[in-house]
């Protein structure tokens, strides 16, 4: 299995409830996954405007896999409310 580490930037606008639900999106587009740390690191000033947000809420997530990532990914990337998403293999 690989260690993978995903990062993910959401908006200060959405509600907790709104949140948990995107998280558990993320969490559902990952099938055979064993997360081993998920991490919320709090809203932080971002360094430039993304989407006319000035400040983001980061979450870390630390999961071992073998699937092909790719499609999550996509799915990451059109989501409105992530800001950025990075996925680094670990």
Known sequence: MRNYQ??????TSLTDANRKKLLETVKGFLKSVKFSKE?????????????????GVYFNFLFETDENLKEMEKNLI?????????????
């Open 6 to 11: 995903l990062i993910l930037v959401l908006k």
């Open 39 to 55: 991490e919320d690191l709090g809203e932080k000033q971002l360094a430039y405007p993304i989407k006319k947000e000035g400040k």
């Open 78 to 90: 059109s989501n409105e409310d992530i800001l950025r998403s990075l996925l680094l293999r670990v």
